[in-house]
């Protein structure tokens, strides 16, 4: 935290405490009974799994082996860049449309007779 954001933070906590010193007895009241009532609902709760695994998922970035981050990024990132050549390669969209591309290119009639309005009808009487 560099000086101006812990000047910054200073003045948050002065202005909160001023803040707080100016509610009256009865709001401090509801809100002390408030918050017991929280903590003792807390401590009633079981622990989950998964706020368990949580936890110590957060703990591993708090205090990381050198490198962990960026050894954990890199596995991601190849295995969602591995994910999209899978998903690109089984889809066969590709090949498609490569071999439509090809067909164009390597016939004998203009691309701009496929995009004539009669092509059709003409291909049509071709055909039979």
């Keep these: 935290m560099n000086a101006h954001e812990h000047e910054f933070a200073l003045k948050i906590v002065r202005e909160l405490d001023r803040s707080t010193r100016s509610i009256d007895n009865d709001t401090v009241a509801k809100l002390a009974t ?18 368990v695994a949580g ?30 050549v899978y998903w690109q390669s089984s889809n066969g969209a590709g090949s498609e449309i490569a071999d439509l591309d090809a067909r164009l290119l390597t016939d004998d009639l203009p691309i701009d007779a496929y995009l004539d309005k009669g092509f059709d009808s003409w291909l049509k009487r071709q055909q039979r």
């Design 34 to 51: 408030a918050r017991e009532q929280a903590l003792a609902q807390y401590q009633q709760a079981p622990a989950m799994g998964v706020a």
């Design 55 to 84: 936890r110590t998922f957060t703990q591993m970035f708090e205090h990381p082996t050198p490198g962990i981050r960026y050894a954990l990024s890199l596995a991601v990132l190849i295995l969602g860049l591995a994910g999209i």
